[in-house]
């Protein structure tokens, strides 16, 4: 079974710039969409951006960060980056990244968090000056 954890997170300035990991243990990551999603306090999941597998690399952005994050995959290392730019206090939320079941191959990555299975513990960023 897949393990996820999420890194990078912290407390940064409007305009600064974060870079978050989510490292996969157990199992690789190589053949299954990937998602980042964030939670603010009070407000539901919502999705980021996310990653198909390595066979089709399709990616989603949420129209709040498209041109502002990048989501990139390194197979060797088994782990997910998502750049962060230009933040905003509205991007302030905990981020979670999470994945699919092994076997599951999706031509599009979906956006929906229903879709996926194992979550990482999440990571706090914080924009504010």
Not at 10 to 37: E, K, N, Y
Not at 69 to 94: C, G, H, Q, W
Request: charged letters at 20%; one cysteine or more.
């Amino acid at each position: 079974q897949v393990r996820l954890v999420e890194s990078g997170g912290g407390f940064v300035q409007p305009g600064g710039s974060l870079r978050l990991s989510c490292v996969a243990s157990g199992s690789s990551l190589d053949f299954r969409a990937i998602g980042w999603f964030r939670q603010a306090p009070g407000k539901e999941r919502e999705g980021v951006s996310c990653i198909s597998s390595s066979l089709t690399e399709s990616i989603e952005y949420a129209r709040s960060v498209e041109g502002r994050f990048t989501i990139s995959r390194d197979n060797a290392k088994n782990t997910v980056y998502l750049t962060m730019k230009t933040l905003r206090p509205e991007d302030t939320a905990v981020y979670y990244c999470a994945t699919v079941r092994p076997g599951v191959v999706h031509i599009r990555c979906p956006m929906d968090a229903n879709e996926y299975n194992y979550w990482g513990p999440g990571t706090q960023v914080t924009v504010s000056s």
